[in-house]
Every structure is written in C-alpha cells, then in structure tokens.
C-alpha cells in the first residue's frame, strides 16, 4: 500500500520559515511528479509547488520567489521550504505523487502562521 506521509507543519510567526517534507513509499518514486498542494479553510486545494522527475519545478505565484521544492530520490523523500511566511499561508498542505495515470495523496500537515 503507498502511503506518503507529511511533517514539519505547525505554528510559525509571520516572516518565520519552515520546512515540510513527504516521504513516499514507492518502489520508483524517481519517476513521479511530487507536488504540494495546501487547502485553506473554505477555499478549494491549491498548487503551491511540483517537481518533476528531471527536477524541473514549477511555483504558485503567491510563492514564487519565497519557496523551493527539491527532492531526494535515495530517501524518497520530497521538501517544501517556505520562507517569509504570511498568515495567508496558513493552510493544510498535502504531498501528492503522479505518474501516467496513477496518483496518491498523504493526509497533509497543518501550517499555522500567527503572532
């Protein structure tokens, strides 16, 4: 059963950073397109970051210029970091692996960003 499994969320002041990470159980996780996602409350989940298996990236506006994604394909493992954060940010932030037609989601970390 694959399972992805998010941590590094929680509390964090405006302007502070953190890092979240994914780690994956998938036998070719080099080959999946990982992602983060976040979903705020009453809005609809949203792309924030994804890195392809070449290592190409791609960043929501909101983010552009304050977050890298990078991965670790040895450790299976996909990171989020976030920098100059906003109480916008405050959000469930979810890891999702894609490949030809097959998908899978964690079960997301709560970022909080609050004085």
């Known amino acids: 059963q694959v399972q992805l499994v998010e941590s590094g969320g929680g509390l964090?002041?405006?302007?502070?950073?953190?890092?979240?990470?994914?780690?994956?159980?998938?036998?070719?996780?080099?080959?999946?397109?990982?992602?983060?996602?976040?979903?705020?409350?009453?809005?609809?989940?949203?792309?924030?970051?994804?890195?392809?298996?070449?290592?190409s990236t791609n960043y929501a506006d909101s983010v552009k210029g304050r977050s890298t994604i990078s991965r670790d394909n040895a450790k299976k493992t996909v990171y989020l970091q976030l920098n100059s954060l906003k109480p916008e940010d405050t959000a469930v932030y979810y890891c999702k692996a894609d490949f030809s037609s097959s998908y899978y989601w964690g079960q997301g970390t709560q970022v909080t960003v609050s004085s």
């Not at 302007?15 to 609809?44: D, V």
């Open 12 to 55: 964090v002041q405006p302007g502070g950073s953190l890092t979240l990470s994914c780690a994956a159980s998938l036998i070719s996780f080099s080959m999946y397109r990982m992602g983060w996602y976040r979903q705020a409350p009453g809005k609809q989940r949203e792309l924030v970051a994804s890195i392809r298996s070449g290592g």
